[in-house]
T-cell receptor
Framework: GQNIDQPTEMTATEGAIVQINCTYQ??????LFWYQQHAGEAPTFLSY????GLEEKGRFSSFLSRSKGYSYLLLKELQMKDSASYLC??????????FGAGTQVVVTP | DAGVTQSPTHLIKTRGQQVTLRCSPK?????VSWYQQALGQGPQFIFQ???????QRGNFPDRFSGHQFPNYSSELNVNALLLGDSALYLC???????????FGPGTRLTVT
């Protein structure tokens, strides 16, 4: 079957680092996206991985292992504004996104 | 450059009624996808439109239908509304399949 798993909630202190793991089993895999979604708002793009390895973009990095069906999103130097839900989503060759349930990150002072 | 726009922002309907939601894609984008997001869940793919045709469809009943117009804007229609249809409906546009999708602000539908 098709499945995308990520933790429900993570809590971290301002300035710290948090790693959100995502495991997936989807057909027609053509890449993995990470989105950030604040409450009541639309998801916003963070990163896209199609090849194995690490992609770094400022305070955010994302890693993909296609053979293991595994990805993670690394958030460094956490800020209060980073409190949000983080969505892992796989895409097929037509751009159909399949999302996990999201990981709620709570940043505390 | 206007991003993806959706209307209306909020909508309250009664069970059994019909609803139409609208989406205008980001300028230059030709592909529109619709997603349903229940509270506390990730978005679920409803269907995707390209060149005015439904190209892919998720596991949603025929009560959910759509349309894409020549200017690439799109509509989502839901007939015979159920309480379980209450959700945030998101529209996403992209330039080509597999590229980054830009999401609109969503339409919050409440069915009473």
């Amino acid at each position: 079957g098709q499945n995308i798993d990520q933790p429900t909630e993570m809590t971290a202190t301002e300035g710290a680092i948090v790693q959100i793991n995502c495991t997936y089993q989807t057909s027609g895999f053509n890449g993995l996206f990470w989105y950030q979604q604040h409450a009541g708002e639309a998801p916003t793009f963070l990163s896209y991985n199609v090849l194995d390895g690490l992609e770094e973009k400022g305070r955010f990095s994302s890693f993909l292992s296609r053979s293991k069906g595994y990805s993670y999103l690394l958030l460094k130097e956490l800020q209060m504004k980073d409190s949000a839900s983080y969505l892992c989503a796989t895409t097929d060759s037509w751009g159909k996104l399949q999302f996990g349930a999201g990981t709620q990150v709570v940043v505390t002072p | 450059d206007a991003g993806v726009t959706q209307s209306p922002t909020h909508l309250i309907k009664t069970r059994g009624q019909q609803v139409t939601l609208r989406c205008s894609p980001k300028s230059g984008h030709d592909t529109v996808s619709w997603y349903q997001q229940a509270l506390g869940q990730g978005p679920q793919f409803i269907f995707q439109y390209y060149e005015e045709e439904e190209r892919q469809r998720g596991n949603f009943p025929d009560r959910f239908s759509g349309h894409q117009f020549p200017n690439y804007s799109s509509e989502l229609n839901v007939n015979a509304l159920l309480l379980g249809d209450s959700a945030l409906y998101l529209c996403a546009s992209s330039l080509a399949a597999g590229y980054e999708q830009y999401f609109g602000p969503g339409t919050r539908l409440t069915v009473t």
